[in-house]
């Protein structure tokens, strides 16, 4: 599949995010964040706008997750079909919660 750059991102912060037990971003959130520059926000928000919906859904007006055939894509193009380790920048693009967070 012919992704963007800024679409490949979008998947690696849904997988880490699902990584962290979470299953969907708000796009109010990703815009609203203050560690990256408010361009590369801009960028994220829109790959995320514009990605297949295959591979990502809405919930919603604002909130967005990965599918199953988004993760095997992930998968396929980063660990050969394996299970790889998504990037820990979503940490710091979106609040993820820490070890000790638990979900009621």
């Known amino acids: 599949m012919n992704l963007s750059d800024e679409q490949w991102c979008v998947l690696d912060l849904l997988m880490r ?14 815009l609203a964040n203050t560690t990256l520059p408010q361009v590369a926000t ?5 790959a ?5 919906k295959d591979i990502m859904q809405w919930n919603g007006d604002h909130h967005f997750s990965i ?21 820990e920048i979503a940490d710091a ?12």
Do not use: C
């Not at 095997?72 to 193009?77: G, H, S, T, V």
């Open 93 to 104: 693009v979106i609040y993820l919660p820490g070890p000790d967070h638990h979900q009621h």
């Open 17 to 30: 995010a699902r990584q962290k037990g979470i299953n969907e971003i708000s796009r109010r959130e990703l």
């Open 42 to 46: 801009v960028k994220l928000t829109w």
């Open 67 to 87: 599918t199953e055939a988004g993760a095997q894509l992930y998968n396929l193009r980063f660990g050969n079909g394996s299970n790889p380790r998504p990037t």
């Open 48 to 52: 995320a706008l514009t990605m297949p």
